[in-house]
């Protein structure tokens, strides 16, 4: 079953925006950690910035002061907002979710999660 659903990726030119959403099954009660990772063509998958339960955040050097991720923790989802883009952004973006209990009496399963994955494209 798909259980993360990412979506607004899309083709832009360098220095515009855009916003990834991504949201969780309702089959999941609660989720701890949330992040966004990518992978460009012949590299390996990287983190773009996480989020913790408790709103705490941290992001790679590359998008630091560009990209901001917040969710909404009653709606299951979280979001990455991508600023002043550049073609080294291109790439496959995952949602991620991490430490989650389908039901409030469920063990607190330490297993990755990912989504389908959405393409961000940034060209002139």
């Known amino acids: 079953q798909v259980l993360l659903t990412e979506s607004g990726g899309g083709s832009v030119q360098p220095g515009e925006s855009l916003r990834l959403s991504c949201a969780a099954s309702p089959r999941i009660f609660s989720i701890n950690d949330m992040g966004w990772y990518r992978q460009a063509p012949g590299k390996q998958r990287e983190l773009v910035a996480g989020?913790?339960?408790?709103?705490?955040?941290n992001y790679a050097d590359s998008v630091k002061g560009r990209f901001t991720i917040s969710r909404d923790n009653g709606k299951r989802k979280v979001y990455l907002q991508m600023n002043t883009l550049k073609p080294e952004d291109t790439a496959v973006y995952y949602c991620?979710?991490?430490?989650?209990?389908?039901?409030?009496?469920?063990?607190?399963?330490?297993?990755?999660?990912w989504g389908q994955g959405t393409l961000v494209t940034v060209s002139s």
């Open positions: 989020i913790s339960d408790d709103g705490s955040t």
């Open positions: 991620n979710a991490n430490k989650v209990r389908y039901d409030p009496f469920d063990k607190l399963r330490d297993v990755d999660y």
